[in-house]
């Protein structure tokens, strides 16, 4: 009888862990993406066909995916399982944010693009 808490304790944990992982290698990879549409959306308002906000708003989600990141590796380090769940829920949320972020991001770089420029 006392097994089955304890095994439903290490699914949890191990759950933890793996949501850990998946926002590290994901976050990382998020802010790779920005990063090269900084530089995308650079070379567009050089040649002068654009100008927009958008790589202003990647920078903000940059800084949030990495900070997302951080925080997922912190959890994977961390020895205590209550802080492993703190950590792996924040990362979490700050992913959730920076995702939508994304989206707004990629409105606004469509409503640049299709909208002629007055």
């Known amino acids: 009888m006392k097994e089955e808490p304890q095994r439903q304790g290490n699914q949890n944990q191990r759950l ?56 997922s590796y912190w959890a994977l380090r961390s020895r205590g399982w209550r802080r492993m769940h703190r950590l792996e829920r924040l990362a979490d949320g700050i992913f959730i944010f920076a995702m939508i972020g994304m989206v707004v991001v990629c409105t606004l770089i469509t409503y640049t693009i299709t909208v002629p420029n007055r």
């Open 16 to 71: 933890e862990q793996d949501i850990s992982i998946h926002i590290f290698t994901v976050s990382s990879a998020m802010v790779g993406v920005c990063l090269t549409v900084i530089g995308l959306i650079r070379v567009v308002i050089t040649l002068g066909t654009a100008d927009t906000l958008a790589d202003d708003c990647l920078a903000v989600n940059a800084l949030l995916f990495l900070i997302s990141c951080l925080l």
